[in-house]
């Protein structure tokens, strides 16, 4: 039989602004995904890329002197650079610039052309660049100076007119509701959900889906004056990956409809109403769940250019190291979440959960194993009433996460995880296997034996959220790099009595302050 598959996509973004830490978060948030499945013997495709066309990125290749193409070849590297940066295990990285893209952006328009899906016209109305969006007035604040921005972003708006084609997104309201209703987990998280269906309740316009008035863009086939919208054929992407126009054979056959796009809540819209209703026009499948993360902020402020507190993932993973910021930023707040990123925060997360519960736990084990046992894994005598409960929590601990990661439930996740590290911490308090040492070598021995065991699931199941640290930890717990999937959890892949440890290597260090250190 073959392997279940799962497909995972990032937003593509924007390559006028520099990668920041809202890419990085969405990325990671995939990244964890891809893994868990991987490990759970999914055959899995995991896509990311950058959104090449529109008028904002044409603007910005223009203030930096240079011509769109040689523009975004340049910056797109820098988000390949932070996807290898970040450890990030993307099977594909797609460029909209790319030419099969193109085909597959103007197959999407014929067909919707043939179905009578799109009709020319002319647009106007209001439009924000830095959204790539079109608004209606009551969705704009005007502000003093005459001026309007959209209430949603705080974009600034202008007033278009141009030849336009439109999609009959109106003629779309029900069957969205009617998709909606038949897939409640189709938008996650709930609160978004809502907002969507109120959204789409509200009754819906049809949308202008080329333009006229700039040419960095898809032509519209048989039509050079037009290049379709940006967000059409960036949205196009996620079937482009996929092998798309090609349906009936290879990747679309296998993996679409995809399993999970994510998406932050402000592009939230495109995906959950445009994206299903030009693919349903199409004649073809709507994903199978859009997930609406929530936005970060620093140290309490918004995120802006103009402020100038920008969080560079870069220097974040210089300071703390790469899974300590890859734990934080998916245990701080409950997925979906806004949350706020502060020094303050990070060093607790990292000092008390990183170090002092799980490193902790790891340096005292392995330690005493490699002291009190000879070097090498003991074996154990019968269980008591304790050990088994522990290794039951530490076995049952898969089925709990698969059902918290299938809800995009991180933080969630790594609590569970945590209740066993922390189990596990008492269990050794409470055992005092050193005291044991002397007393009952024989209990020390299965003691020490249910704590390694516990560790070695741990690392295992940990594994997505920080690859590299629980790779070195199952280094030194000597599992051998093909016995570390999802499939050798349980007792029957225990660690073997007699296999030699190396000297024990602390996994999660301390942060120290720099300047604590001078004083
Ligand atoms: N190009 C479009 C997406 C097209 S997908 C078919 C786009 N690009 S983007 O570069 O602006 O995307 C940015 C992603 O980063 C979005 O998911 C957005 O929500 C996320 N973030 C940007 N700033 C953020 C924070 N401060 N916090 C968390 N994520 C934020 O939109």
Redesign the pocket.
């Known amino acids: 039989m073959s392997a279940p598959t799962y497909y995972v996509t ?5 390559v006028n ?1 520099a990668p ?4 990085a ?2 990325t990671l948030a995939c990244d964890v995904l891809a893994r868990f499945k991987r490990l759970d013997g999914f055959d899995v495709k995991f896509l990311t890329g950058t ?1 090449e066309h529109g008028q904002k990125v044409e603007k910005s290749a223009q203030a930096a002197g240079t011509d769109p193409q040689a523009f975004t070849d340049r910056v797109s590297q820098n988000f390949r650079d932070l996807a290898d940066f970040m450890n990030f295990s993307h099977d594909d990285f797609i460029r909209t610039t790319e030419q099969r893209h193109k085909i597959s952006v103007q197959d999407l328009w014929k067909k919707l052309l043939a179905a009578g899906e799109i009709y020319e016209g002319s647009y106007a109305g209001w439009y924000a660049t830095r959204d ?1 969006a079109f608004y209606t007035e009551s969705e704009l604040e005007k502000k003093p100076d005459g001026t309007r921005i959209a209430k949603a972003s705080g974009a600034e708006v202008e007033w278009v007119e141009e030849p336009s084609f439109f999609f009959k997104l109106s003629a779309w309201q029900d069957r969205l509701l009617a998709y909606y209703d038949a897939n409640p987990d189709f938008i996650l998280p709930k609160t978004r959900r809502n907002e969507v269906i109120s959204f789409v309740k509200g009754g819906l316009q049809d949308l202008s889906v080329s333009r006229t008035t700039f040419k960095w863009g898809v032509p519209v086939p048989d039509n050079d004056d037009h290049i379709m919208y ?2 059409l054929d ?2 196009t ?2 079937i482009t990956a996929v092998g798309y126009p090609e349906t009936e054979n290879g990747e679309y056959a296998t993996y679409w409809p995809a399993d999970v796009h ?6 939230l819209r ?2 959950a109403v445009y ?1 299903p209703a030009f693919l349903m026009a199409a004649g073809l499948e709507a994903p199978k769940r859009v997930f609406a ?5 620093n140290e309490g402020q918004k ?1 802006s250019k103009s402020l100038g507190n920008v ?1 560079d993932p870069i220097q974040l993973v210089e300071t703390y190291g790469l899974d300590q910021v890859r734990y934080f930023l998916l245990r701080e707040v409950p997925f979906g979440n ?2 706020d990123f502060s020094h303050s925060a990070m060093v607790n997360r990292m000092n008390g959960e990183l170090a002092n519960d799980f490193g902790n736990l790891a340096q005292r084990v392995l330690s005493m194993v490699f002291k009190n046992c000879d070097k090498a894994f003991p074996a154990h005598g019968e269980f008591t009433a304790e050990d088994n409960e522990l290794l039951e929590a530490v076995h049952g601990l898969i089925d709990d996460l698969r059902a918290s990661i299938d809800l995009q439930a991180f933080n969630e996740a790594l609590e569970k995880i945590w209740v066993v590290i922390r189990a596990a911490n008492a269990y050794v308090d409470h055992q005092a296997p050193w005291a044991l040492r002397k007393t009952d070598p024989d209990r020390m021995k299965t003691v020490l034996y249910v704590l390694s065991e516990s560790i070695r699931h741990l690392a295992i199941v940990a594994q997505p959220f920080m690859p590299q640290t629980m790779e070195k930890l199952l280094d030194q717990l000597k599992v051998s790099p093909n016995h570390r999937t999802f499939a050798f959890l349980g007792p029957e892949h225990a660690l073997e009595a007699g296999v030699e440890l190396d000297k024990p290597q602390g996994i999660f260090p301390r942060f120290v302050d720099p300047e604590a250190d001078n004083a």
């Open positions: 990032t937003p593509i973004y924007y602004d920041h830490i809202g890419h978060y969405t959104d790539e940006v967000w960036a949205l992407n996620y994510m998406v932050g809540k402000d592009i495109f995906h994206w993360h929530g936005w970060w902020t995120i969080i806004d949350g």
